[in-house]
Nanobody, 120 residues
Framework: QVQLVESGGGSVQAGGSLRLSCAAS????????MGWYRQAPGKQRELVAL???????NYADSVTGRFTISRDNAKNTAYLQMNSLKPEDTAVYYC??????????????WGQGTQVTVSS
């Protein structure tokens, strides 16, 4: 069993910053891609940022230049530094990880979500 625990959400004014963390624990052989997704009320969940094990990253156009995803493989943890936040960034942010539980099998895991609220 694998658990992903997010932290760092909260309320901030427009232009402010927040840093989200996602710590994976449990039966982990290794972790391939880790990512952050978000879901605003009445909208579908969308990809915010992805990072592979080697550090390669991919961002949604709406956050490019403002958000930075990083990871610490030794700690099985991913981070999302969010700067210049806008009200439209308000959403529940979810961590996702493709976890290898053995050298031959993997599956996706999700965290419970953390609320980010940006006021104008």
């Amino acid at each position: 069993q694998v658990q992903l625990v997010e932290s760092g959400g909260g309320s901030v004014q427009a232009g402010g910053s927040l840093r989200l963390s996602c710590a994976a624990s449990g039966r982990i052989f290794s972790i391939n891609a880790m990512g952050w997704y978000r879901q605003a009320p009445g909208k579908q969940r969308e990809l915010v940022a992805l990072i592979n094990r080697g550090g390669g990253t991919n961002y949604a156009d709406s956050v490019t230049g403002r958000f930075t995803i990083s990871r610490d493989n030794a700690k099985n943890t991913a981070y999302l530094q969010m700067n210049s936040l806008k009200p439209e960034d308000t959403a529940v942010y979810y961590c996702n990880a493709e976890v290898m539980t053995t050298p031959w099998s993997s599956r996706d895991y999700w965290g419970q979500g953390t609320q980010v609220t940006v006021s104008s």
